[in-house]
């Protein structure tokens, strides 16, 4: 594979199914199909003609069943895979593929308003990413959002290093709603004056099955790279020597 470039991307979990009015830990039929045409294509075309193989990727999800299976069913039709078929027993089914739990793309340790975030997701995340430092959302405790974004902070600069110093060309790290957004602004943030405050300048709210990619570039000889962030055809400047900091 050609060493110049290597990606890390990220995505919020696909669709879950609902059986008798509550959602499943899982994703449906018809969101992995959709995750496996897009994000699937992407990786594909990434990966395919430059001879990827599973051994040069990592894949970090969460604890949670949905995460994984989104992630795996991308990183299949990236390495000619069949579509696996996400079930409550579902298994990675591509060997030499690094995979394991990172802490940091959940939110269980943090505290959050769980009514007003299902009731409104985005106008919740939007909320909490205009003022970052808040510790209550209408009346309930919340941890303050600059602390998820300090963790995508620490998360980022480990799956960097594991890029540039693993040998691995690929990470894909599948998350939920409002870490996603976290590492986009942890990215973004490292080319700003003044910290991102609303969700408009990461291209807005991650939808469930949205992504977004960290392309870094090297530069000849010199070994550094150039970086940007990707999502829905627009590039966002990334400061990679301030991100690692």
């Given at each position: 594979?050609?060493?110049?470039?290597?990606?890390?991307?990220?995505?919020?979990h696909g669709v879950r199914p609902e059986i008798n009015g509550e959602e499943q830990d899982s994703i449906t039929l018809?969101?992995?199909?959709?995750?496996?045409?897009?994000?699937g294509l992407y990786l594909q075309q990434?990966?395919?003609?430059?001879?990827?193989?599973?051994?040069?990727?990592?894949f970090k999800h969460t604890e949670?069943?949905?995460?994984?299976?989104?992630?795996?069913?991308?990183?299949a039709r990236a390495f000619g895979l069949p579509m696996p078929i996400p079930t409550e027993d579902f298994a990675i089914l591509i060997p030499?593929?690094?995979?394991?739990?990172?802490?940091r793309l959940d939110y269980k340790d943090f505290k959050y308003n769980e009514e007003a975030l299902n009731r409104d997701t985005e106008g919740?995340?939007?909320?909490?990413?205009?003022?970052?430092?808040?510790?209550?959302?209408?009346?309930?405790?919340?941890?303050?959002?600059?602390?998820?974004?300090?963790?995508?902070?620490?998360?980022?600069?480990?799956?960097?290093?594991?890029?540039?110093?693993?040998?691995?060309?690929?990470?894909?790290?599948?998350?939920?709603?409002g870490n996603a957004e976290s590492i986009a602004i942890a990215a973004l943030n490292s080319s700003r004056t003044s910290?991102?405050?609303?969700?408009?300048?990461?291209?807005?709210?991650?939808?469930?099955?949205?992504?977004?990619?960290?392309?870094?570039?090297?530069?000849g000889k010199s070994g550094l790279y150039e970086s940007r962030l990707g999502r829905d055809g627009i590039n966002y400047a990334v400061n990679l020597q301030n991100l690692m900091r």
């Amino acid at each position: 594979m050609d060493a110049q470039r290597k990606m890390i991307i990220f995505t919020r979990h696909g669709v879950r199914p609902e059986i008798n009015g509550e959602e499943q830990d899982s994703i449906t039929l018809e969101s992995a199909s959709r995750v496996y045409a897009n994000m699937g294509l992407y990786l594909q075309q990434f990966a395919q003609p430059n001879s990827l193989t599973p051994a040069q990727t990592f894949f970090k999800h969460t604890e949670k069943r949905r995460t994984l299976h989104t992630g795996n069913v991308a990183l299949a039709r990236a390495f000619g895979l069949p579509m696996p078929i996400p079930t409550e027993d579902f298994a990675i089914l591509i060997p030499g593929l690094n995979v394991a739990i990172d802490p940091r793309l959940d939110y269980k340790d943090f505290k959050y308003n769980e009514e007003a975030l299902n009731r409104d997701t985005e106008g919740y995340l939007r909320d909490m990413i205009s003022a970052p430092d808040a510790i209550s959302y209408k009346g309930i405790e919340v941890t303050p959002f600059n602390m998820f974004v300090e963790g995508s902070k620490g998360l980022l600069q480990d799956s960097i290093r594991k890029l540039d110093l693993r040998g691995k060309s690929l990470g894909v790290l599948s998350t939920h709603a409002g870490n996603a957004e976290s590492i986009a602004i942890a990215a973004l943030n490292s080319s700003r004056t003044s910290p991102i405050r609303s969700a408009d300048d990461i291209g807005g709210i991650f939808d469930r099955e949205n992504y977004a990619t960290l392309i870094l570039d090297q530069k000849g000889k010199s070994g550094l790279y150039e970086s940007r962030l990707g999502r829905d055809g627009i590039n966002y400047a990334v400061n990679l020597q301030n991100l690692m900091r």
